[in-house]
Nanobody
Framework: QVQLVESGGGLVQPGGSLRLSCAAS????????MGWYRQAPGNQRELVAT???????MYAGSVKGRFTISRDNGANTVYLQMNSLRPEDTAVYYC??????????????WGQGTQVTVSS
């Protein structure tokens, strides 16, 4: 089983910055994509950003230009640098990883979530 450990959430004022980290323990699995999702109360979980092992990235339109996702493949760690934070960014942020071993079907794995609150 792939295990994900998140850190970096907290309370920040509008316009501030936070950096989220997610360290994956993959064992025999190969992680080929990682990403960040978020879920605010009353809302569905939504994609924030993803990155592949090859470095390809994609972002939700609401965060493009403000957030940056990066990955350390050797350490199986993904980061989310969040700048110019807005109150509407307030949510629980979840780390996600897609992993496989050999020819077995790929699996979808989630961290426990970290709270990000943007408020003055």
């Amino acid at each position: 089983q792939v295990q994900l450990v998140e850190s970096g959430g907290g309370l920040v004022q509008p316009g501030g910055s936070l950096r989220l980290s997610c360290a994956a323990s993959a064992g025999i699995f190969e992680i080929y994509a990682m990403g960040w999702y978020r879920q605010a109360p009353g809302n569905q979980r939504e994609l924030v950003a993803t990155i592949t092992s090859g470095g390809g990235t994609m972002y939700a339109g609401s965060v493009k230009g403000r957030f940056t996702i990066s990955r350390d493949n050797g350490a199986n760690t993904v980061y989310l640098q969040m700048n110019s934070l807005r109150p509407e960014d307030t949510a629980v942020y979840y780390c996600n990883a897609q992993a496989r071993y050999g020819t077995s079907p790929s699996g979808n794995y989630w961290g426990q979530g970290t709270q990000v609150t943007v408020s003055s």
